[in-house]
Nanobody
Framework: QVQLAESGGGLVQAGGSLRLSCAAS????????MGWYHQAPGKQRELVAT???????NYADDVKGRFTISRDGAKNTVYLQMNSLKPEDTAVYYC?????????WGQGTQVTVSS
C-alpha cells in the first residue's frame, strides 16, 4: 500500500502562483507514473499533468505553458508548479501515482483562485 501526503494548496489571487507537493511512502520498485488531477464542484475529476518514470510529461491543454510538473525520485515526491493562475483553476487537486499497475490517490488539497 502506498501512502500519499499532499501539501501546498491555498487561496491566491488571479495571476499568482502556487506549488503543490505530494510525497509518497517508500516503495520497493519505482513508480510507473505520477501526476495531478483536479475536480471542480459539480464536475468530474480531470487530468492536469502527469510524468512517467522516464520523465515524459503530459499536460491538459488549458494548463500548458502555465503549469510545470516535476519529480524527485530520491524523495518519491512529485510537484506541480502553477503560475498565472486563473479563477477557473479553482478545484480540489489530487495527487495520483501508478505503482505496479495500481492507481493510488491522495486526499486532495483545495486550490482557490480569486478574481
Amino acid at each position: 500500500q502506498v501512502q500519499l501526503a499532499e501539501s501546498g494548496g491555498g487561496l491566491v489571487q488571479a495571476g499568482g502562483s502556487l506549488r503543490l507537493s505530494c510525497a509518497a511512502s517508500a516503495t520497493r520498485f519505482s513508480f510507473q507514473a505520477m501526476g495531478w488531477y483536479h475536480q471542480a464542484p459539480g464536475k468530474q475529476r480531470e487530468l492536469v499533468a502527469t510524468i512517467t518514470s522516464g520523465g515524459n510529461t503530459n499536460y491538459a491543454d488549458d494548463v500548458k505553458g502555465r503549469f510545470t510538473i516535476s519529480r524527485d525520485g530520491a524523495k518519491n515526491t512529485v510537484y506541480l508548479q502553477m503560475n498565472s493562475l486563473k479563477p477557473e483553476d479553482t478545484a480540489v487537486y489530487y495527487c495520483w501515482i501508478k505503482y505496479r499497475y495500481t492507481d493510488y490517490w491522495g486526499q486532495g488539497t483545495q486550490v482557490t483562485v480569486s478574481s
